[in-house]
């Protein structure tokens, strides 16, 4: 009885605004801005965090473009690129890309600050938790750059870590303990994703304002909390998995090591299965990269609301979609397996799911377009990265369909193809939800516009810039340009590819410039940019109706009491173009 009794009192704690008032605005240096409690703080710090990680992941690529065109330079600070360093940085691209920016910007910075504001509570479920969260990403990001500097460097088996050439030290340069920080750096981001998961769902279900049905929800608010739960059940099989690679490498066990020869050497391990690794990575590596889309996919469909003046196309098929992909991002991980030689009938059923998969996304697409039609657009910055999200998710997803076929996949999937695919699904139209909602929410977390025209520029740039990069490497891949491969000079077949790789790096050049426009457009526009109103974009959801920058407690001691949904715009007879979900209930609403 006693633990029953406990267990109610943790969730009165949980749903007591009050109970929060208890950690009131600190005073001191350390507790206010670098040990911080405050969710706003702490999604900032994770903001700032994915901003030097994508620079440094950002470089990493670029020193991929210029090898892979200019094969024998020798370049400044980094030397001579051999094949096993170009192995490295490929690794570490991917890692810290996935990880530490796909992940961490749109969930932990966007979805920190503004989840609890959207649905009218103070502060997350558990602030300490949330502190925590944050500080082992921070130590992950730290454990992972480290590897670089060790002796060996970092790891070459790629960002999927494909055991036995992650299980054995001797299996290459940087397998030694430059891989052991590799996997233990991920799992400590596993660690961190869980305790950030476990805040999102019960700040989500438990402290929600007075009015905040699950149905008057923004859809970010419903994105943050679907990722979250797919964090929760994804993150732990990933840790699971990392702590038996550690065990395989470091104490001689055999999860991943079959029998295998290395060098000559026979090596002490038999009876692992390779395919395991391959099974649990994957079982996570799927909902990871929802993981990255779906609160990219929340922020688009806010924003297409907001600029077109329009109610969102379909608002329960929107929610209901976004389960769907919650759901079915965790039946489709085979078909990153297709080439590991399992059952055509498994094959068959990853295929069908894969299909399957694609109903839900082009169910949120055609609503988008359905919101966008008719409507009185006001084209600004984040309305432009918005539609950029749109046509960047739909050309990357017309690949989709093809690698879901066994037939097609196994020829493709060692190309340059595949690559093309998921940067433009996930990883450059996730980045676009990241510019979306910073060109958006800047106002709200800083107090000040971004300078609009700057930010058309850098629109433009990034967007046509990654159409030239990513494009053409479809074509490359039908041409059978293989993936991780360091140079193309030795092949005679590749020969005539070189002119359209040595186009991409160009682009690569031109689109990694443009991010420096961000950049100063972010940090000047923090101290002389235009001050801005409570609401500059006349929008009606929770976090327009509180001061700028938002108080402590988010809403100055006044809880505020919820009335309609979240995009009333252009409502007939209402006095204004939008009704603020705050509005007394007299307003008429759609």
């Known amino acids: 009885m006693a633990g029953g009794a406990g267990g109610g ?52 690529s670029l020193l991929m473009r210029i090898h892979m065109i200019w094969p024998t330079a020798v370049l400044p600070l980094v030397g001579e690129i051999k094949p096993e360093t170009y192995l490295q940085i490929l690794t570490m691209h991917g890692t810290i890309m996935v990880f530490f920016v796909l992940t961490t910007a749109p969930q932990g910075g966007f979805g920190n600050y503004f989840l609890p504001i959207q649905i009218g509570a103070p502060d997350m479920a558990f602030p300490v938790l949330n502190m925590l969260s944050f500080w082992t990403t921070f130590v992950a990001f730290v454990v992972l750059v480290a590897a670089f500097f060790v002796t060996g460097g970092a790891p070459l088996h790629g ?53 905040m049905t699950l149905m008057r929800m923004p859809l970010t608010v419903w994105a943050w909390l679907i990722t979250a739960i797919l964090g929760l059940l994804a993150f732990g099989v990933l840790l699971s998995a990392g702590i038996l690679l550690l065990l395989d490498r470091n104490l001689g066990t055999s999860f991943y090591v079959p029998l295998v020869v290395v060098n000559g050497q026979v090596m002490g391990h038999k009876g692992g299965s390779p395919l395991l690794w391959q099974h ?43 389960m769907g992909i919650g759901i079915l991002g965790f039946m489709v991980w085979g078909h990153h397996m297709f080439m590991s030689g399992m059952s055509p009938y498994s094959a068959f059923a990853f295929s069908v799911m894969t299909m399957a998969i694609g109903v839900p996304s082009a169910i949120k697409t055609f609503n988008w377009l359905g919101t966008l039609l008719h409507a009185r657009i006001r084209f600004q910055t984040p309305m432009l990265f918005a539609i950029g999200f ?26 340059a193809f595949v690559v093309a695919h998921f940067h433009l699904i996930m990883g450059v139209a996730a980045i676009f939800g990241i510019f979306g909602a910073t060109y958006y929410w800047f106002p709200k977390m800083f107090g000040r516009m971004m300078n609009e025209g700057w930010g058309r520029i850098h629109f433009f740039f990034t967007l046509i810039g990654t159409y030239c990069v990513f494009m053409p490497m479809h074509y490359l891949g039908m041409a059978g340009q293989p993936r991780r491969y360091s140079q193309f000079t030795e092949l005679n077949y590749l020969h005539p590819l070189i002119p359209l790789n040595t186009f991409i790096t160009y682009a690569a050049f031109v689109t990694i410039t443009a991010q420096f ?74």
């Open 9 to 60: 009192e943790t969730i009165m704690v949980a749903q007591d605004p009050h109970g929060h008032g208890a950690h009131a605005a600190p005073t001191g240096f350390i507790r206010k801005y670098v040990f911080s409690l405050d969710h706003k703080v702490i999604g900032l710090q994770y903001y700032f965090l994915a901003l030097t990680a994508v620079f440094v992941g950002m470089f990493l």
């Open 159 to 211: 960002w999927t870590g494909y055991a036995p050439l992650s299980a054995l030290q001797s299996a290459g340069p940087g397998e030694q303990l430059g891989a052991d920080l590799w996997i233990t750096s991920i799992a400590l981001f596993c660690v961190a994703s869980l305790m950030g998961a476990l805040n999102f769902i019960t700040t989500t279900l438990d402290l929600r304002a007075k009015g």
């Open 280 to 322: 649990l990575f994957w079982f996570f590596g799927h909902p990871e990269v929802y993981i990255a889309i779906l609160p990219g996919m929340g922020v688009a469909s806010q924003l297409l609301s907001t600029f077109a003046r329009k109610p969102i196309f379909g608002y329960r098929a929107m929610v209901y979609a976004i």
């Open 390 to 415: 749109v046509s960047l998710f739909v050309s990357g997803g017309l690949s989709g369909p093809f690698l879901a076929q066994p037939v097609l996949d196994i020829p493709l999937h060692d190309t």
């Open 517 to 590: 426009i961000f950049l100063f457009n972010l940090f000047w526009s923090m101290f002389k940019g235009e001050k801005a109103s409570d609401n500059p974009w006349q929008a009606t959801t929770l976090e327009w109706t509180t001061a700028t920058p938002p108080p402590h407690d988010n809403f100055g001691g006044q809880t505020p009491v919820v009335y309609h949904g979240p995009y009333e715009y252009s409502v007939p007879g209402a006095p204004k173009d939008y009704v603020m979900q705050t509005d007394p209930a007299g307003v008429t609403a759609h």
